[in-house]
């Protein structure tokens, strides 16, 4: 049974930092691209970051680049988000997802975690 299982979000102020994590687990993922994607209230799931296992090639949108960093630990089968700089407009569920693709689209991945909560405070 595939799971992706987020940790990590919580609240903090606005230019602060939050590290998430997303462990996989129940295949092999070394063909898959891993996305992590945020939905806020009333609006929809929004990219924010994916690497391809295979190479670590990531890919960022404009609204995080610079500020944001995916990574991947392949012994611990596990992908980070590393957030810095903070902004309120960032607060939303995060969720980490895998899929063959890699694209910005929310439907060319397979898998998807629970999501977790990030608060940012102004």
């Known amino acids: 049974q595939v799971q992706l299982v987020e940790s990590g979000g919580g609240l903090v102020q606005a230019g602060g930092s939050l590290r998430l994590s997303c462990a996989a ?5 070394s063909s898959y691209a891993m996305g992590w994607f945020r ?9 924010v970051a994916r690497i391809w296992w295979s190479d670590g090639n990531t ?4 609204s995080v680049k ?3 960093t995916i990574s991947r630990e392949n012994v611990k089968n596990t992908v980070y988000l590393q957030m810095n700089s903070l902004k309120p407009e960032d ?3 995060y969720y980490c ?8 689209n929310k439907d060319e991945y397979y898998y998807w975690g629970q999501g977790t909560q990030v608060t940012v405070s102004s």
């Open 25 to 29: 687990s129940g295949r092999t993922f």
């Open 39 to 47: 939905q806020a209230p009333g609006k929809e799931r929004e990219f």
């Open 59 to 62: 890919y960022y949108p404009d």
């Open 66 to 68: 610079g500020r944001f």
């Open 91 to 93: 607060t939303a569920v």
């Open 97 to 104: 997802a895998a899929g063959l693709v890699g694209g910005v």
